[in-house]
């Protein structure tokens, strides 16, 4: 017998089938198939010495970490993560997260709070939208990248409020485009707010970080969060910036303070992956001619990619209707590729698309018999 309680849940599943935005977990591991739309975009998660450090690790650390960071969580390998990464990034101190959703939802709910004020673009990833909402601070949400909408809401409103924070992706993840970061910075030191940028997506596509990219020397008011992933291949995630922003994260962040640490052999992978990309700097280069090559053979044959920008790897083609787009997806997969439809709530309603990524996982000719097969499909 159904229970009233799972009858109230079906109808609402039954609302998502019928509107094309009902989910499930497609189980990929089929012979032969290509998956086209991993965040692996260095292809370091395969690599032999990312692997073998893992294994040395479990010699002589534990599987698990047993405790949070604040009880007995926090191990010589952790700290020796943190400081690699920030001599990196050349930044005072960073601090380690359980994963990028835990680093935003934890950052903005520890540094905003009633009195304060948020303004956070249109496009950004989910975690920032619920740090957002956890802190209850006062929030504007500005149309993406739009630098002289932010100045004007800075203008009206950041005066009647304690701290104020500008919050962005930098390599926003579902688009592909790169946020203006050297505005979005003026804004912020004019306007006493710290910047918060997210680089999921950025660490190891464009640099070390978007700062990096674009020339801009870390600042006590510059947050850098960023996860180890996606093109670092591990996982967890970091929060980098002054020492005094670090000490506030460790006594205020929830989702460090209330969670347990990574294992010390995820750790390991992530300090493997560093140093790999510290003596191999051309793997970003080669991926970002890769995905130019592959954008401009998209474009070549008419797909609208929307405002993605060649030198990122994530290749919007959008085709606007979901259903479309899953009738599209299923068929490519038919043909041994899999690259994975995006729907709203992910991007607006109507906007739905194919997430394709590039990485150096695949050889070129790869994504061309993609684009073969895509047309066929189509
Ligand atoms: C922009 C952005 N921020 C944060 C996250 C969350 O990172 P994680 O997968 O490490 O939780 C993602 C992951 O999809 C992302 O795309």
Known sequence: MVSPFENSLLEELKRLKEENLYRYRIFLFQKGLKVLCSNNYLNLSNHPKVKEKVIQTLREFPVGSGASQLVSGYTQI??????YLSQLKGVESCVIFGSGYLANIGTV???FGKGDVIFSDQLNH???IDGVRLSQAQKFIYPHGDVPTLKKLLEEHRHKYRRCGIVTDSVFSMDGDIAPLKELNLLAKNFECALIIDDAHATGTLG??????FGIKPEGHIIQVGTFSKALGSYGAFVCGSKVLAQYLVNRARSLIFSTSLPPPVIAASIASLEILKDNPSLISSLQKRAQFIKELL????????FSLFITPIVPIIFGSEEKTLKVRDCLFKKGFFVQAIRYPTVERGKARLRLTVTLEHPTE???KFIEILKKCL
Do not use: M, R, W
């Open 126 to 128: 989910a975690s920032i």
């Open 366 to 368: 790869v994504y061309e």
């Open 78 to 83: 952790h700290k020796e993560l943190e400081e």
């Open 299 to 306: 474009i070549k044959e008419g797909f609208n990619l929307g």
């Open 208 to 213: 070390y970080s978007s700062l990096e990219y």
């Open 109 to 111: 709910s520890a540094l």
